[in-house]
């Protein structure tokens, strides 16, 4: 569809704008893979984030090949609440109002990897982002002024946007996937983070056969049955015939 629809209790669905593609996620078959061209999706201004001194910033993110860009939140530099997997293999927190703060930590990781970003603006300096990344919390570099105390509010608010930004001369497209972004006007504790980040993937599959067969009482039957994976991490499947007459056997051979 055109919509990414919001789960939680705010019901602010996003809009996808140019294209981008649903794909198979980390949680489920509804992620979003990103072209780094134009494409992206705009969830528009979030009410629950003006003017807060404390939340949660949540995803899971994937790269196929490191130094892809990946990435989500409100969306504009020098106002973002956000997160960017920059294309200089690291991660960067964005936690600003009307000033330019990008700390950050090194990863070259690919694959899917979750992100949190808990921000607590009673606390001093740097210290008031805690970034998780899956369910580690990381040691970050400066980068720019410290982490603003609370966040814009008003005609300073920009936009939330999952995968692209804008700085103060241009937008820039993301590539990668995104997966179950969640914002909360609270910061979450190490062990909810901790929660977030041990979601099983999903496991998904399908079981198809080449139709009912006939068999005599003293006779034989070959048939196929195909099993096809349709989300989560190839794993071996195991089949069994149940219910069969006295006497009958049934055998699985892969092929």
Do not use: C
């Not at 992620?31 to 979030?46: I, K, T």
């Amino acid at each position: 569809g055109t919509n990414a629809d919001d789960s939680g209790p705010d019901d602010r669905d996003g809009t996808l704008i140019n294209g981008p593609t649903w794909v198979v996620g980390q949680i489920g078959t509804n992620a979003l893979q990103f072209d780094a061209v134009n494409d992206y999706v705009d969830m528009g201004v979030l009410p629950k984030l003006s003017g807060l001194g404390k939340a949660t910033l949540a995803g899971w993110v994937f790269r196929a090949t490191s130094g892809t860009t990946v990435g989500f939140g409100q969306h504009a530099e020098p106002n973002r609440f956000s997160m960017v997997w920059f294309s200089d293999d690291r991660v960067y927190t964005q936690v600003e109002n009307n000033s330019a703060s990008f700390s950050s930590f090194a990863s070259a990781a690919t694959g899917w990897h979750h992100y949190a970003l808990v921000f607590d603006g009673a606390l001093s300096g740097l210290s008031r982002t805690t970034v998780y990344f899956d369910g580690v919390a990381q040691t970050l570099t400066a980068g720019g002024v410290n982490p603003a105390a609370v966040l814009p509010s008003g005609a300073a608010q920009s936009a939330f946007r999952l995968g692209m930004d804008a700085t103060t001369t241009a937008s820039r497209f993301w590539a990668g996937r995104v997966d179950d972004v969640r914002v909360y006007n609270y910061a979450l504790s190490a062990t909810e983070v901790a929660n977030l980040a041990s979601v099983t993937p999903a496991f998904d599959i399908t079981i198809a056969h080449d139709g009912n067969k006939t068999v005599a009482q003293t006779g034989s039957v070959t048939g196929t049955v195909t099993v096809s994976r349709i989300v989560g991490t190839a794993a071996a499947v195991t089949l069994s015939a149940l219910n069969l007459p006295a006497g009958a056997r049934a055998a699985f051979r892969p092929t």
